[in-house]
């Protein structure tokens, strides 16, 4: 198998990992099948996944963004930011891997370096960089 088809391969898994963790949670419009297959596909060009989706009737949106790379036949997350944001698109939680923060709001060191939230409050705390992670996050929030 060439490199370029295994990492078609690699980046198809992976968007069809996050369709099951959006879909199995979430009652998304229904645009949302086509609009994610147009993310795919651009994925696949640049190793770059964006997708903004209303994931609720409150018209609550994800923003997904991850960028990727390839080594050692494996996907890693080169860096990202999920983004929980409200009817008028202001931000309620968000994480990212940027590595600006190395303690969380009580000053102890994030657990998973450089993988933090901000949580509603604006403070920053520990995340595990998961995607899963954030959106058991955004469904906390949102039943409350």
């Known amino acids: 198998m060439s490199h370029d088809s295994l990492l078609e391969k690699l980046i198809l898994n992976h968007c069809w990992q996050t369709y099951e963790i959006l879909y199995s949670n979430f009652t998304p419009a229904a645009r949302f099948s086509s609009e994610f297959l147009s993310a795919v596909e651009l994925a696949l060009v640049t190793n770059l996944f964006q997708l903004s989706i209303e994931i609720d009737a409150a018209k609550h949106v994800l923003h997904i963004r991850e960028e990727w790379k390839s080594e050692d036949y494996k996907l890693t997350v080169l860096s990202?930011?999920?983004?929980?944001?409200?009817?008028d698109k202001h931000t309620i939680i968000r994480a990212d891997s940027l590595p600006h923060h190395k303690v969380d709001y009580k000053g102890h060191p994030l657990a998973y370096f450089?993988?933090?939230?901000?949580?509603?409050?604006?403070?920053?705390?520990?995340?595990?960089g998961n995607l899963h992670d954030f959106v058991m996050k955004c469904l906390d929030i949102l039943s409350v």
């Open 80 to 87: 990202y930011s999920y983004n929980l944001l409200d009817k």
């Open 114 to 128: 450089p993988h933090h939230i901000h949580d509603r409050k604006g403070r920053i705390c520990s995340f595990s």
